[in-house]
């Protein structure tokens, strides 16, 4: 394996978009820090209105006194919704994970946020990783999903009910959009076909199988496919498909693995979230 390092006035280059980066997350954060004290003043401001309304009112016919207190207290409740969301946005981090079409996402695959959600501050009751952001929880089906906000479209943490938790934003996409979220009994695997080209940058079988071995996984079956990536023990096709196996602490599915294709090509792998491009993202997700 051949490992390229950066030229110096790449390196700079890329420092310096890190500092930029940072340089805007730090604003941003600033930035919601005084809209959380800005919420928070209109709450307090509200609240000392509310306390005086009823004797203000006390005079006012019956339907006028209720109109108004129905008023009143609405924007409260907004209010308050808005403070608590800012609470969860002034803790942005630039390591956070960006989404940036989350809301569509959800929305198009059919995620309803639960009613309430949004009041819920107790983070570290569901988010024992990570008890940052501003929760909001979603399901769909039989599937729960929290997803802790740090900024509208970036995340700090996310959790699906049946699988524990999502460590990156490719995971988080895999969740939202997939046809039949994955369940702790059955996870939903789509079969690459024999079209797929393999399209990684250094993984091969001797090194893919090594790193899954180191990290514990168990080879749990090894079979031959048709002519259109299907396993089939019948085939003669030396087209092979491995699928490697790791219980995971604290997720209720194990974690599955598939590498694809045939011993003297680079293998096509896979797991539950979609495709394993490289080396090192395949020892990044074993290390879990």
Not at 10 to 17: F, I, S, T, V
Not at 28 to 52: M, W
Not at 215 to 227: A, H, I, K, Q, V
Not at 259 to 278: H, K, M, S
Request: proline residues 8%; contains cysteine.
């Amino acid at each position: 394996m051949t490992t390229t390092s950066a030229t110096p006035p790449d390196r700079d280059r890329l420092q310096a978009d890190l500092d930029t980066a940072n340089a805007l997350a730090h604003g941003r954060a600033e930035a919601i820090e005084d809209l959380s004290t800005a919420a928070h003043h209109l709450r307090s401001t509200l609240l000392a209105a509310v306390d005086d309304l009823p004797t203000l009112l006390a005079a006012a016919p019956p339907p006028t006194a209720n109109a108004v207190l129905t008023a009143v207290t609405g924007t409260l409740a907004t209010a308050q919704n808005l403070a608590r969301r800012a609470d969860g946005y002034t803790d942005l981090d630039a390591r956070d994970m960006a989404y940036p079409d989350i809301g569509y996402d959800l929305g198009r695959h059919g995620w309803a946020e639960q009613p309430g959600a949004v009041a819920d501050l107790d983070a570290a009751a569901h988010s024992p990783d990570t008890p940052r952001g501003w929760l909001r929880i979603f399901s769909c089906g039989g599937h729960v999903l929290h997803l802790w906000f740090t900024s509208p479209l970036s995340l700090a943490a996310a959790t699906l009910s049946s699988r524990g938790p999502l460590h990156e934003t490719f995971e988080v996409k895999a969740a939202v959009t997939a046809r039949d979220t994955p369940g702790p009994l059955a996870v939903p695997f789509q079969w690459p076909r024999r079209t797929d080209a393999a399209a990684t940058d250094d993984l091969d079988w001797q090194e893919a199988t090594a790193v899954l071995r180191n990290y514990g996984f168990t080879l749990t079956d090894d079979r031959p496919c048709d002519s259109h990536g299907v396993p089939s023990p019948d085939s003669e096709s030396p087209v092979r498909v491995q699928t490697w196996t790791k219980p995971q602490h604290g997720r209720p599915a194990p974690l599955r693995i598939r590498l694809y294709g045939t011993a003297d090509e680079q293998p096509i792998a896979w797991y539950w979230a979609g495709r394993i491009r490289c080396l090192q993202q395949l020892a990044r997700i074993c290390r879990r």
